[in-house]
């Protein structure tokens, strides 16, 4: 392996960019435990919430949105954006950067553009078809693509050449052993060992139809003998959950050990976020997964191919009702031989390692460069 002495991280704006982003910082802590880190974020975006308690120095460089499609004028649009680029490339100097990895979101636009400028060498590491804006732009500077899943460098022409590694997951999930937490984990949310759980995510900031629908099921639920473990999500309304039933339905805000969550699940139903998808195939929870209706279908890009190896199901947002919840969900649920197998195929799919393949290609990268 070769060495690294300052890396700087971009990503931002919602938890699928950002806990890659940690999940990988992880990875190059441990194996260069003298690495200086800087993570690049915006004022507004998640990462404000979420790297700081990881411990990672957070610096932020002035926001600026970008169109929804991609317009190369935007690098002669000077102002919001050149204040962004300079910010980032001041960054830059200061730490002495040797490589920038982006993994998407409007914070990573300026610093692909000042790595450029600076020959600092850039990896960008993307999950989605097609790729989000920013990964897409900064695609004009660097061939060092890096991909979450491995059917998309034949679903998207930009991503032909990416190499495939995986999806870094934060190590208390890629080390989870489910059997072995779900004790504590049921014990933690006040759950009962005898009866199936679902668990209930709607993403980092969750999903409105998702919530009301299991909410409004609620008394079906518990009635079928089905606890609930339902996150809220980051940024979305709270929503009521009669309290006189029969069985526990825990409702969270938002759940920052995610690896309890999966360790109690039997079931999970959820969107399909890339990096939730790639945490519940690495772990090998059978799933329900409701794409996020209005992406480009990239959720349903996502949940797809997990469905057709059998380890899971799909759902349209609109037709996941109380009724649709109790006609599939609830014999789902308590058929334990179809969960087992649900689950196998779903481990089949996915995998835990994409953190250590993603240092490798950076660092391949980064020994190209020099
Ligand atoms: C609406 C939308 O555009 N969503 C996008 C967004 O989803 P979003 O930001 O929701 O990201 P994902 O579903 O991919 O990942 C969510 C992450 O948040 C974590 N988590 C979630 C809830 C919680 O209480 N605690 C917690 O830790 C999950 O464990 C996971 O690590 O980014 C993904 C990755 O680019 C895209 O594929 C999604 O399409």
Redesign the pocket.
């Known amino acids: 392996m070769g060495s690294l002495r300052s890396a700087v991280l971009a990503g931002g704006?919602?938890?699928?960019?950002?806990?890659?982003l940690l999940a990988f910082a992880d990875a190059l802590k441990r194996h260069f435990p003298d690495v200086r880190i800087t993570t690049l974020g915006s004022p507004k975006g998640?990462e404000n919430e979420l790297i700081p308690p990881a411990g990672y120095d957070l610096r932020l460089i002035p926001a600026f949105q970008l169109p929804r499609s991609l317009n190369m004028n935007l690098l002669r649009t000077p102002d919001r954006m050149y204040k962004s680029a300079h910010a980032a490339g001041k960054i830059l100097e200061e730490v002495q950067a040797d490589v920038v990895v982006g993994f998407?979101g409007y914070v990573s636009v300026p610093a692909y553009l000042a790595a450029w400028r600076r020959d600092v060498p850039i990896v960008i590491h993307e999950?989605?078809v097609p790729p989000?804006v920013a990964n897409r732009m900064g695609m004009r500077f660097t061939k060092n693509v890096a991909v979450g899943f491995p059917q998309q460098p034949q679903q998207a022409e930009s991503l032909r050449d990416a190499r495939v590694v995986g999806v870094p997951?934060?190590t208390a999930?890629s080390h989870l052993d489910r059997a072995a937490l779900r004790p504590h984990a049921l014990y933690q949310f006040g759950l009962r060992p005898d009866l199936p759980v679902l668990f209930v995510?709607?993403?980092?900031?969750?999903?409105r139809t998702i919530n009301l629908a299991v909410a409004a099921a609620a008394k079906r639920l518990a009635h079928a003998g089905i606890q609930v473990l339902h996150?809220?999500?980051?940024r979305n309304d709270p929503f009521e959950v009669p309290n006189d039933l029969p069985v526990p339905y825990v409702v969270?805000?938002?759940?920052?050990?995610?690896q309890l969550?999966y360790a109690a699940a039997d079931l999970m139903l959820?969107?399909?976020?890339?990096?939730?998808?790639?945490?519940t195939t690495a772990l090998g929870v059978p799933a329900v997964y409701v794409p996020?209706p209005?992406?480009n279908q990239?959720?349903k890009r996502?949940a797809l191919p997990v469905v057709e190896a059998g380890g899971g199901i799909l759902v349209d947002n609109s037709e996941l009702t109380p009724e649709w919840i109790e006609q599939h969900i609830i014999p789902l649920a308590r058929d334990r031989q179809r969960l087992a197998m649900m689950g196998a195929a779903a481990s089949r799919y996915g995998r835990r390692d994409g953190d250590e393949a993603l240092l490798e290609f950076v660092l391949e990268a980064v020994a190209k460069a020099r």
């Open positions: 704006g919602t938890g699928g960019h950002i806990y890659p998640m998407g999950v989605n989000g997951l934060r999930i995510s709607g993403g980092s900031s969750g999903a996150v809220q999500g980051g969270l805000p938002y759940l920052s050990d995610m969550g959820c969107r399909g976020g890339a990096i939730t998808v790639a945490e996020y209005h992406s990239e959720q996502n």
